[in-house]
Nanobody
Framework: VQLQASGGGLVQAGGSLRLSCAAS????????MGWFRQAPGKEREFVAG???????TYADSVKGRFTISRDNAKNTVYLQMNSLVPEDTAVYYC????????????WGQGTLVTVSS
């Protein structure tokens, strides 16, 4: 089982980025999938999650700016990030639960997002 995150990079404040996470090794159509991030010197924090029926949850800090979505046919989850601010700078990780589970036990390698002021 592998989760491959991509799409990170350097962007100016106010800009946008779209992260992708492609899953392989099994189907994740009945799994929760989510994005987490870890800024330098801080603990990893939840950013957004989406269940198998595409119901979504967001951290308060990203509500209205970030949108999580999924394409079950492609086994891929996305994170559209708009109106980025320097505080969004972090390594972003995608994660998934087991079939029908609630614990994130599959993790990708992370992709770095840097927002310059």
């Amino acid at each position: 089982v592998q989760l491959q995150a991509s799409g990170g990079g350097l962007v100016q404040a106010g800009g946008s980025l779209r992260l992708s996470c492609a899953a392989s090794g099994r189907t994740f159509s009945r799994s929760l999938m989510g994005w987490f991030r870890q800024a330098p010197g801080k603990e990893r924090e939840f950013v957004a999650g989406i269940n198998w029926s595409s119901s979504t949850t967001y951290a308060d800090s990203v509500k209205g700016r970030f949108t999580i979505s999924r394409d079950n046919a492609k086994n891929t989850v996305y994170l559209q990030m708009n109106s980025l601010v320097p505080e969004d700078t972090a390594v972003y990780y995608c994660a998934a639960t087991s079939w029908g589970g609630t614990i994130y036990n599959y993790w990708g390698q992370g992709t770095l997002v840097t927002v310059s002021s």
